[in-house]
């Protein structure tokens, strides 16, 4: 899932429009590519202070910095009366599009932990757009520390209107120093311009449509039996989920948890041939987990977890070669790439480095891609794997205000088709968000797979969402798999609507009747064959 905007209006008040003044050129849009610096400020460099807005405020100044002469030195009192802040605004025109990193080196003295994550140290980008503000950083900044490098991603949408950069201390006390700042390209659109690929698209399967639900790794015989045969399904996701994350993930500790994932998968897998359905094995849990949302995954912060998920697909495609079952492998769930380092692959490279990895072990199987975060907005940054066998995948929950209310905390209910979140959400705004997906789709001649995709199921007319974005998977022949199947009652379609339901309805539901209807469109004739 993208990263979420946090409103700070009591420093946006003391931010300043300026004239931009950038220390380093911009290069023009046809050639901005992954690692082009769009910005760069060493304070002790010649001119690096022009454009910078703040820097008459009393709590600003200098201080020295090794090798350099000088750092911007932010100072708040201890009674964190008030917030200073120094700011620059980027050249928006520039920057529409693009997915950036932002850092800079930062020093700390007693900066006191502040009420909110997202006060404290600064180091923000503050993108303007229709709708709100978009505020990116990294939070929990506070404390004593020496230099060391803040990083964090952050994504300039088409429609923004501007772009400033801000370095601060807000809402409490202490001193910061600030250099060495940078906002580089983490990706740049794929050309829109480009002549499509030829060919058919690969799908892996002979069916006419794949479509199923996602399911825990713990479904039994009785699942499976009513999923195939009363619902009429022909696929499964089935996740290798719940490592532990973190160091322990490169150590035997993974090794262990996937050798017992893949042993319920291969209980799992008579079953599912019984009844005629295919398996796409889901790669749940990425080696590392995340680190934030506005950090990413570690499988990007570190080549050693990319090195151990390579490892992963090595078994995995060995163990699963000429399995008829078996429709496809999917590398990666939702991988998020925000901050990846400059030693260290971004996705596309570790996706063609794993596909080459399955598709030297197993020659037949479909291996599935998706895009950063499995985003559909994500698509207009995503080129082909240069391997045969890609099937493209995103998942969606779009608008998540919606789709996910009442998931975590109070519930306050969000009315579908309606405005939610200053746009007015209905089918056509449905077709619009998944558009770049469509569009991929005809320029790369792609087979798409929606892997995951609900809304919880006591959100108010559920039963039009769910029907709005089925009709456009379908309109646009993509593969589907619902979200999810006796995995969490939210989003079980056996359970009534009724937000306080604690048990499977008696009779079948608006939602298990809406899925039926879309099922029986799969031929039972083909339904689990294999190309």
Not at 167 to 184: P, Q
Not at 406 to 430: H, L, N
Not at 472 to 481: H, L, R
Request: with cysteine; net charge neutral; aromatic share 10%.
């Amino acid at each position: 899932m993208g990263a979420t905007a946090v409103h700070m209006k009591s420093l946006l008040t003391i931010l300043l429009v300026a004239t931009l003044n950038v220390v380093a050129a911009l290069p023009s849009r046809a050639s901005v590519k992954r690692g082009d610096v769009v910005y760069h400020c060493r304070f002790s460099d010649r001119g690096a202070q022009a454009g910078w807005q703040g820097l008459a405020n009393p709590s600003i100044g200098w201080s020295a910095m090794p090798p350099s002469s000088k750092a911007l030195h932010i100072a708040n009192p201890v009674d964190g009366s008030h917030n200073a802040a120094a700011s620059i605004e980027l050249d928006v025109a520039k920057l529409r599009g693009l997915r950036l990193v932002v850092s800079a080196k930062v020093k700390a003295t007693d900066v006191v932990k502040p009420a909110h994550s997202y006060n404290g140290i600064k180091v923000m980008l503050v993108v303007k757009k229709p709708g709100g503000d978009q505020n990116d950083q990294m939070l929990d900044v506070h404390g004593t520390f020496d230099w060391r490098e803040i990083r964090f991603g952050s994504e300039v949408p088409d429609n923004a209107t501007a772009v400033t950069l801000v370095l601060g201390i807000e809402n409490t006390s202490g001193t910061a120093d600030f250099d060495d700042v940078r906002v580089t390209v983490l990706e740049a659109p794929r050309n829109p311009n480009a002549k499509p690929i030829p060919g058919l698209a690969y799908t892996g399967h002979t069916a006419p449509r794949l479509r199923g639900a996602m399911v825990s790794p713990s479904i039994v015989e009785a699942d499976a039996s009513k999923l195939a045969k009363t619902w009429n399904a022909n696929v499964v996701r089935f996740q290798l989920t719940g490592s532990r994350g973190g160091e322990a993930d490169l150590g035997p500790a993974y090794d262990t948890w996937l050798d017992t994932q893949l042993a319920k998968l291969d209980r799992f897998l008579p079953i599912a041939k019984k009844n005629g359905i295919l398996i796409l094995i889901d790669m749940h849990s990425a080696p590392g987990g995340r680190i934030s949302s506005y950090v990413g995954d570690r499988i990007f912060d570190d080549v050693r977890y990319q090195d151990k998920l390579a490892q992963a697909w090595v078994k995995i495609s060995k163990r699963y070669k000429g399995n008829s079952t078996v429709w496809g492998y999917d590398l990666c769930n939702e991988p998020l790439e925000r901050t990846t380092r400059d030693n260290v692959p971004g996705w596309e490279a570790l996706a063609t480095r794993l596909a080459k990895i399955v598709r030297r072990n197993d020659p037949d199987h479909a291996i599935i891609v998706e895009s950063m975060n499995a985003d559909a907005s994500e698509f207009r940054y995503l080129s082909p794997i240069p391997v045969k066998g890609i099937v493209y995948s995103a998942h969606f929950y779009a608008p998540y205000t919606y789709t996910m209310q009442g998931v975590s905390g109070a519930w306050k209910p969000v009315q579908y088709p309606g405005s939610i979140d200053g746009a007015t959400w209905d089918k056509a705004k449905i077709a619009e968000t998944l558009q770049p997906i469509v569009d991929f789709q005809k320029q790369c001649h792609a087979a798409i797979f929606i892997g995951e995709f609900s809304a919880v199921r006591w959100a108010p007319n559920s039963m039009q969402w769910l029907h709005d974005a089925i009709d456009i998977f379908e309109a646009n022949q993509w593969d589907w798999a619902y979200h999810a199947f006796r995995e969490w009652p939210g989003w079980d379609a056996e359970y009534p609507a009724d937000h306080d339901a604690n048990a499977p309805s008696a009779t079948p539901t608006e939602r298990e009747t809406l899925l039926k209807s879309y099922y029986a469109r799969n031929d039972a004739q083909v339904k689990g064959k294999q190309l």
